[in-house]
């Protein structure tokens, strides 16, 4: 299979991955016209560079998603054949959507103890 054929199915995997995690708008991006972008769209705020490949160059597929990201979180989707996908990003990315889960988790766990203190 050629590698254009594969990127666009590995473009097309991963929008369909996105859609059953709820995000319904994720469809391939538009660079199959020429047009450079994202190769996914329909997540806000995150460049998405899909890889699906079995040898990745991790810095090289970073460092395109970082260059192409404008002012997103850049992101690389990567898969190779019997893996599930996975996504690479620099750390300080992951540690400011890490703090925003661990504010949620806090805010939740506040919001149930209230709960049991008004139903006593």
């Known amino acids: 299979m ?20 709820g995000y319904g708008a994720a469809r391939r991006g538009q660079q199959y016209s020429g047009i450079e972008g994202d190769d996914v769209v329909g997540l806000p705020g995150v460049h998405i560079e899909v890889k699906r490949t079995e040898a990745l160059s991790l810095y090289t597929a970073m460092a395109q ?24 990003m620099k750390a300080e990315d992951w540690f400011a959507l890490f703090r925003e889960w661990e504010a949620g988790q806090s805010l939740r766990k506040k919001a149930d103890e209230s709960e049991i203190v008004t139903a006593n």
Do not use: M, T
């Not at 199915?9 to 991955?17: H, N, V, Y």
């Not at 970082?66 to 690479?88: C, E, L, Q, S, T």
């Open 65 to 88: 998603s970082d260059r192409d990201a404008r002012g997103n979180i850049p992101i690389v989707a990567h898969r190779k054949n019997n893996y599930d996908w996975v996504i690479i």
């Open 2 to 21: 050629n590698s254009k054929h594969k990127g666009k199915r590995g473009e097309l995997e991963f929008a369909k991955l996105c859609r059953s995690q």
